[in-house]
C-alpha cells in the first residue's frame, strides 16, 4: 500500500509542478518515447534474466502490495506458536510434534495461528528444521550450521529482483538519452519547418530524457529499496525462528526459547517480557488441548 502511495507522491508532485509552471501535459504524453524506454528495458531483462526472471520480478513487485511479515502483531503472534509448540514437546515428549510437522496444513496446533501457516516459507523452515531435530542425528552446531545455510540461500535468491530493478534504474538514463537522440534524428528531418513544429518535435525529444531520470530514481531505484527492506525483514523474521529452535534444540524451556526469539526482534515491534509472557501464558494449555 504504502508503494502505491509513495508512487502516487512521487508523480503527483511532479505533474502539480509542471502545471504550475504553465506546462501542459498532452506534451509528456509521448507513446513512442514510452514505447521505446519500455521495450529497451524490458528486452533488457529479459536478455539478463529469462522469462523465469521476469515472472519472478512480476510476482515480487505484486508481493509489495501484501503487508510485510515484520509488524508487532506478527511477532507477537510467532512467540505465541513457538510457545505453544514447544510446550506440548516439553509435556507430550518430542514425538507429540512429529503429527504437526509431518502435515502442518491438517495441525490443529498450526491451525489457530493463520499469518504464520500464510508464511510458506517461515513454515517450511521451521517444519523441517523441527524434523531434523526430531531425528536427533544432528548436533547443535551442526543443525546451526544447517538453518543458516537455508536462510543465505533464501535470502540470494530474494534478493534477485532487487538487483534487476537497480540495474534497469542504472540503465533508465541511458534509454532516456536513447529515446532522446532519435527524437532529434526525427527533428533534424524536419528542420526546415516552421519554428513550431520543430519546437514540438524537441520538446517531445526531450520527453524520453526526462522519463528516463524520473523511472530511474523515481521508481525503479525506490522499488528496488522496496524489496530489499522486504527481503531484510523476512530476515529477522526468520532469525526469530532459527534462535529458538535452537534453544528448543539445546533441552532449554519454553519460556526461555521463546525469550531468544524475542532479543532477536527490531526494537521497534520487540514487546517486553512481560508483554510476552503474558501473551503467551494460555498457549501451553493450548497446545496441550490440541
Known amino acids: 500500500m504504502f508503494v502505491l502511495i509513495g508512487l502516487a507522491v512521487v508523480f503527483g508532485s511532479i505533474l502539480v509542478g509542471y502545471i504550475m509552471h504553465g506546462g501542459k501535459v498532452a506534451l509528456l504524453i509521448q507513446i513512442s518515447e514510452f514505447i521505446i524506454i519500455g521495450g529497451a528495458a524490458f528486452g533488457g531483462v529479459i536478455v539478463g534474466n529469462g522469462i523465469s526472471g521476469v515472472q519472478t520480478l512480476i510476482k515480487t513487485m505484486l508481493g509489495l502490495l501484501k503487508p510485510p511479515p515484520g509488524s508487532r502483531d506478527s511477532y507477537m503472534e510467532l512467540l505465541q506458536m513457538l510457545f505453544a509448540l514447544f510446550t506440548l514437546a516439553r509435556k507430550e515428549g518430542l514425538l507429540a510434534l512429529e503429527r504437526h510437522v509431518e502435515n502442518p496444513e ?21 517444519c523441517d528444521t523441527v524434523k531434523v531435530i526430531l531425528t536427533g542425528a544432528v548436533g547443535h552446531y551442526e543443525l546451526s550450521d544447517l538453518m543458516e545455510i537455508d ?44 519554428p513550431e513544429q520543430i519546437g514540438q518535435k524537441v520538446a517531445a525529444a526531450l520527453v524520453g530524457t526526462f522519463m528516463g531520470v524520473l523511472l530511474a530514481y523515481g521508481v525503479f531505484q525506490p522499488l528496488s529499496q522496496a524489496v530489499e527492506g522486504r527481503v531484510q525483514a523476512e530476515e529477522e523474521y526468520m532469525q526469530c525462528i532459527r534462535h529458538a529452535l535452537l534453544s528448543f534444540a539445546r533441552g532449554e524451556s519454553p519460556i526461555t526459547c521463546v525469550e531468544f526469539a524475542r532479543r532477536q526482534i527490531p526494537p521497534a515491534y520487540r514487546p517486553t517480557f512481560r508483554e510476552m509472557e503474558e501473551s503467551v501464558k494460555g498457549t501451553g494449555r493450548q497446545a496441550a488441548a490440541a
Do not use: R, W
Open 106 to 126: 491438517s495441525s490443529e496446533l498450526f491451525a489457530q495461528y493463520p499469518g504464520i501457516m500464510s508464511n510458506h516459507h517461515a513454515m517450511e523452515f521451521l
Open 151 to 194: 536462510l543465505e540461500t533464501h535470502k540470494e535468491e530474494a534478493m534477485k529482483p532487487a538487483h534487476m530493478l537497480s540495474k534497469v534504474g542504472d540503465a533508465m538514463p541511458g534509454f532516456g538519452i536513447v529515446a532522446a537522440v532519435l527524437g532529434v534524428v526525427i527533428t533534424m528531418q524536419a528542420i526546415n519547418g516552421p
